[in-house]
T-cell receptor, first 112, second 114 residues
Framework: SQTIHQWPATLVQPVGSPLSLECTVE??????LYWYRQAAGRGLQLLFY??????ISSEVPQNLSASRPQDRQFILSSKKLLLSDSGFYLC???????????FGSGTQLSVL | AQKITQTQPGMFVQEKEAVTLDCTYD???????LFWYKQPSSGEMIFLIY??????QNATEGRYSLNFQKARKSANLVISASQLGDSAMYFC???????????FGQGTELSVKP
């Protein structure tokens, strides 16, 4: 069966520090991969999605970047965190476009 | 542009009663999918139910059913026989015909009272 792993679960970082959140999927090949951010009490905002290795699409301009170095690995990064980067980050995958998403357990990021 | 609207920030329901969570959408795509997810306080997103825009019948999954009214562009979630464990945030989402990607509404917080 397929599983998705996302870590860390919580992270507290100072402003200006770098960020690396990792997500891996097991049990499937060539998944579509996504990074979403959820502000407190709000809906999910799509940040990045990828349909294959090295293929990244950005939905909104921001202080973050994403990379897909391997088929089932998706990394969210920042060189210098801002206060506004705080939030709940969710990684997700789907078999193809338009199919349901399977989500990781999320990372609560607090930038202080 | 596509948009999902959930107009109920919070809802209360008595245990064992049914509740309807509203969702309206706007799209010009001829083909799209509609989804409902549940987010408990733990933060995980749990898939509940899916409705395709060309599906003739309303989707059902156990106690969950989707009241799909295409002409009105609404996709309301109906939860029958509410349980205490149903207390959570509920998100409506829509996918596009091309490019995939789900866009989400702002969510409805459901509280089930004993």
């Amino acid at each position: 069966s397929q599983t998705i792993h996302q870590w860390p679960a919580t992270l507290v970082q100072p402003v200006g520090s770098p960020l690396s959140l990792e997500c891996t999927v097991e049990g499937t090949s060539n998944p579509n991969l996504y990074w979403y951010r959820q502000a407190a009490g709000r809906g999910l905002q799509l940040l990045f999605y990828s349909v294959g290795i090295g293929q990244i699409s950005s939905e909104v301009p921001q202080n973050l970047s994403a990379s897909r170095p391997q088929d089932r690995q998706f990394i969210l990064s920042s060189k210098k965190l801002l206060l506004s980067d705080s939030g709940f980050y969710l990684c997700a995958w789907s078999v193809t476009a338009n199919e349901k998403l399977f989500f990781g357990s999320g990372t609560q990021l607090s930038v202080l | 542009a596509q948009k999902i609207t959930q107009t109920q920030p919070g809802m209360f329901v008595q245990e064992k009663e049914a509740v309807t969570l509203d969702c309206t959408y706007d799209t010009s795509d001829p083909s799209y999918g509609l989804f409902w997810y549940k987010q408990p306080s733990s933060g995980e997103m749990i898939f509940l139910i899916y409705q395709g825009s060309y599906d003739q019948q309303n989707a059902t999954e156990g106690r969950y059913s989707l009241n799909f009214q295409k002409a009105r562009k609404s996709a309301n979630l109906v939860i029958s026989a509410s349980q205490l464990g149903d207390s959570a945030m509920y998100f409506c989402a829509m996918s596009r015909e091309t490019g995939g990607k789900l866009i989400f509404g702002q969510g409805t917080e459901l509280s089930v009272k004993p």
